[in-house]
């Protein structure tokens, strides 16, 4: 087990070259029509619903919260239960965590693949879900952590470095495109949202849940556009 742990940390530490310009044109209009495509994006959107459950959970240990369990519906909606005060700073901020957090993880997954740490990110991932698995509390949360978890570990042992260098690339793409396209669903639903954090937000601070929503998509957007910049070298 030591010799396997070194080798995956050996492995993780190793940069190489970000794919080109032309590569990543290429991969974000892959990632593009994946989040176009309905039953593609339902895949992406539970992956980004890992995401964005994990900045509510992060959050909520963060401002002192105790985390109870998070669980994740095969209709990718999920949900993260924290002890706490029902009101105030340190629940404001749990939900504030969740939409932005597939945006900003995004982000962060451009800026480490710049500096070359593609099988890295990709090993921190496989960590992650580790983590996650910890504390899911329904049996189809835990068939999708193992599964994106596993699905990574064997791409990161046995593909090519160049190949899993576009793997990251790809996912952090798709990523940085179905945040704000998750926001827009919340747009789109409307009072139907009424259970979302948007609407709880508004609940607990009497800001209009439209008011909410436009700030995780500015947040989204941005996000986007810089993770763009570094993806495809301009920044």
Known sequence: MGDLLGEIWERAGTTQAPPSQLA???????ALLLVAQPTTYRWLRQ?????????????????????????????TSGLTVSRGRAR???????????????????????????????????????AVAGVLVLFVRNLYGLWVLLVLG??????????????LGWLASLLVWSLLL?????????????????????????????????????????VTVAALGAGAALLLGWW
Do not use: C, K, N
Request: hydrophobic content about 55%.
């Open 178 to 218: 179905a945040a704000p396209r998750s926001v827009l669903d919340l747009a789109r639903a409307g009072r139907r949202g009424s259970g979302s954090d948007a609407a709880q937000l508004a609940a607990l601070t009497r800001v209009p849940a439209a008011l909410w929503t436009g700030l995780f998509l500015v």
């Open 150 to 163: 596993a699905g990574v570990a064997v791409a990161g042992w046995w593909l090519p470095q160049e190949v």
């Open 88 to 126: 105030g700073p340190g629940m404001v901020a749990t939900l504030l965590a969740g939409y932005p957090a597939p945006a900003l993880v995004g982000l962060l997954g451009a800026w480490v693949l710049g500096r070359g740490y593609a099988v890295g990110l990709l090993w921190a991932s496989v």
């Open 24 to 30: 990543g044109l290429v991969l974000a209009v892959v």
């Open 47 to 75: 992956g980004a619903t890992v995401v964005h459950e994990a900045g509510h959970a992060l959050v909520a240990v963060l401002v002192g919260r105790r985390l109870s369990g998070i669980r994740l519906h095969s209709d």
